[in-house]
């Protein structure tokens, strides 16, 4: 079973920048895409940003110019570089892996962005 652990969250003012890190328990060469997920309090899950093995990215447009999603397969962790963070981005933040058997969850962690 691949354990996935997010950190890297907390409170931040708006207009600054957190990078969060998901390390997962084995290689993550396996996995052909990982993706950031979030959860604001009453909303439903949303995708935020999304790699590929291959390294293709995608991203949301309510965070595309000011987050960026990379992974280091040497090191089994993938992140997310959060800039000019903003109050509408407080949500708990989780990653996700896929490989050919199923997908995996992290536990989740908490960003919250407030003055």
């Known amino acids: 079973q691949v354990q996935l652990v997010e950190s890297g969250g907390g409170l931040v003012q708006p207009g600054g920048s957190l990078r969060l890190s998901c390390a997962a328990s084995r290689s993550i060469l396996s996995f052909y895409r990982m993706d950031w997920y979030r959860q604001a309090p009453g909303k439903q899950r949303e995708l935020v940003a999304m790699?590929?093995?291959?390294?293709?990215?995608n991203y949301a447009n309510s965070v595309k110019g000011r987050c960026t999603i990379s992974r280091d397969n040497d090191r089994n962790t993938m992140y997310l570089q959060m800039d000019n963070l903003k109050p509408e981005d407080t949500a708990v933040y989780y990653c996700?892996?896929?490989?050919?058997?199923?997908?995996?969850w992290g536990q989740g962690t908490q960003v919250t962005v407030s003055s």
């Open positions: 790699v590929t093995s291959g390294g293709s990215t």
């Open positions: 996700n892996g896929r490989d050919t058997i199923s997908e995996y």
